[in-house]
Every structure is written in C-alpha cells, then in structure tokens.
C-alpha cells in the first residue's frame, strides 16, 4: 500500500524593504517589477503619497510611496529601490519600495491576522503576518494601499 503524500497549501510572496522591516503581497497580484529609471511625473494635487506618473509601455501609472503612506520616516530611496507594479482593482499601480528581496513560497498554516499595529504600519493596511523561521513578513492588503477609485483618478488626472 503507498503512502500518502500530504501536501500543505503555500501561497507565493514578492517580498520586499520599506526600511529594515520586511513586506509582502501575493505574487499574483505582481505584474513586474522594474527600476526607477525613467522619470516621474508629477500630479497637480494628487495625495501626498502619490509620487506621480511613469509612462510604462504606453500605460500611464500611478506611483505610490509606500513610506509615505503608511507614515512611515525613512533615509532617501537609493540605489536598490524597485517599483512593484500592481493589479489593484482593474487599475494598474506602481508601489515605490527600498527593495525586492525574493519570492517566497509560504505555508498558509503560516500566515496570522495582524495585530492592530504593526511595524508603525495600521493593520488597515494588512492582510496578515507570515512568520518563517525567525522572520516577520507583513503581508499587505493591496485593495487598501490604494484604493480602485484613488488609481483611476490618478489616470484621469494625467490623461486629462
């Protein structure tokens, strides 16, 4: 008689920095990950977090600053920065981080709800909390990082 296998159900994660403290979001929520390297346009009255605009093949999307939206105060964005471009909703949106650090295959039996505040961040914003090992990962609630609605008026905003 053949043993079983008994297969836990993982989720996989784009892990990346805002500081030292580590984050995450569904990999299936990720379209790409690319490089600040062309230049941000600016948004007359866009909400203080909104970086601005990148044209990406043709596509106007939004840039958030993450720091800057969940309040958080941290050194300039350096070399290693990346924008993680998103599906929020239909809209397409960029989220400006310190860095990509992997993807990670995680046990869901691994994943917590999050406590009211964590990391400075408001639990809001989060959709839970992984522990591997000794590691925290706060996974982030995307549908809240920026809303569908603020995404398409940052669009309008730019195409207008």
Not at 13 to 42: A, H
Not at 66 to 95: H, Q
């Amino acid at each position: 008689m053949k043993k079983e296998e008994v297969r836990e159900e993982t989720t996989q994660l784009v892990v990346f920095k805002l500081g030292e403290e580590e984050f995450g979001v569904n990999i299936l929520q990720v379209r790409e990950i690319e490089k600040l390297d062309q230049g941000l346009t600016r948004v007359p009255k866009a909400p203080h977090f909104v970086e601005g605009v990148i044209n990406l093949r043709g596509e106007i999307i939004p840039i958030v600053d993450l720091r800057k939206r969940f309040g958080l105060t941290l050194p300039p964005l350096g070399l290693d920065s990346r924008v993680i471009i998103v599906e929020v909703g239909e809209e397409a949106v960029g989220m400006l981080v310190d860095a990509v650090v992997e993807v990670l295959r995680v046990p869901v039996s691994a994943i917590e709800s999050a406590p009211s505040i964590t990391k400075g961040v408001n639990s809001y914003y989060l959709a839970g909390v992984a522990k591997i090992e000794e590691r925290l990962i706060v996974l982030l609630n995307l549908e809240r990082a920026l809303s569908p609605e603020e995404a398409e008026e940052l669009s309008k905003a730019e195409l207008g």
